[in-house]
């Protein structure tokens, strides 16, 4: 049954990511676009507009990716289709790396990892959202709520940054090299995030996801630092390679306290184990009586 539903989560996240690749605007046609801009673009919108837009592309391939019946019960016998979460971790994933793609055709290396970072800060909210809709488990709702704060603060910064910052009217001679690089980082994490959220479990989905969530903003960071002068964004960047670090364990402790549907499902964990790992959480991220914005 185990190899069946690993089957299934591979078949999942290879469909999710063909439909996702199928409404991606081409890189030509983003260099195009741009190259015969008269100005230069600012690439400060404003939340609802970036969210109303992006929203339409998402519910389209979101309704292409049910509506065609591209689910594990076509690939695998027995399997059922998409849960509601599933389905709203597939919208949210989508939506995140639409908006992504967005910052990552900028010319100007500052500029891409400002909107970049902040569509992958959009997505961190929705992860955070759908936890404290389906999960249960006390110690990944402290962490949602407690991350959901963080990246709303971050996401604070990105726009009052990219309020007063021009993209280049022109390609640099590094801009072919930091396409490339995001490119090459933001597609596995995607995927793993794609495939992590099939767990039926809500609170393994959420610290699976999250946890490569986290992989790929480092990852992001570090090209920022490669390429970018910005001060302010340099800051930022070596902030969230820093700042990740301890949540980061938390979460791969936590998982590890959790290796399998069965064990969980079945509550054979070991109950010393998992308070352990609870306090530890509790010590490093302090409850919080808001919940973040949708």
Not at 79 to 103: C, F, H, V
Request: aromatic residues 6%; hydrophobic residues 40%.
């Amino acid at each position: 049954m185990i190899s069946r539903y690993r089957l299934a989560l591979v078949a999942i996240s290879t469909c999710a990511t063909l439909v996702v690749s199928a409404c991606q605007p081409t890189t030509s046609s983003v260099e195009t676009t741009e190259a015969t801009a008269a100005e230069p673009v600012k690439p400060s919108i404003s939340t609802d507009e970036a969210t109303t837009a992006t929203e339409v592309e998402v519910e389209a391939s979101t309704e292409a990716y049910t509506d065609n019946n591209i689910s594990a019960s076509d690939m695998v016998a027995d399997q059922a289709p998409l849960t509601d979460m599933g389905k709203d971790y597939t919208k949210s994933l989508t939506r995140m790396y639409d908006e992504m793609k967005i910052g990552m055709g900028y010319n100007d290396p500052d500029a891409t990892f400002a909107k970049a970072m902040l569509g992958h800060h959009r997505g961190a909210l929705d992860l955070v959202t759908i936890e404290l809709k389906y999960g249960d488990d006390a110690s990944m709702q402290e962490l949602a709520q407690r991350i959901g704060d963080e990246q709303q603060a971050e996401m604070a910064i990105i726009n009052k940054w990219l309020a007063s910052h021009l993209d280049a009217a022109k390609p640099k001679l590094e801009t072919a090299f930091v396409q490339q690089d995001y490119k090459d980082s933001t597609q596995p994490m995607y995927d793993q995030m794609m495939l992590a959220s099939t767990d039926p479990i809500a609170d393994l989905a959420f610290a699976r996801s999250m946890l490569a969530h986290y992989v790929g903003a480092a990852d992001m960071a570090m090209i920022e630092m490669k390429y970018g002068t910005d001060e302010d964004m340099l800051a930022l960047a070596r902030a969230i390679i820093d700042e990740q670090q301890p949540t980061k364990k938390m979460l791969q402790q936590w998982i590890a306290m959790h290796p399998s549907i069965e064990t969980v499902s079945n509550g054979d964990l070991n109950s010393a184990e998992s308070t352990a790992v609870a306090e530890a959480i509790k010590k490093t991220v302090p409850a919080t009586k808001t919940k973040p914005a949708a």
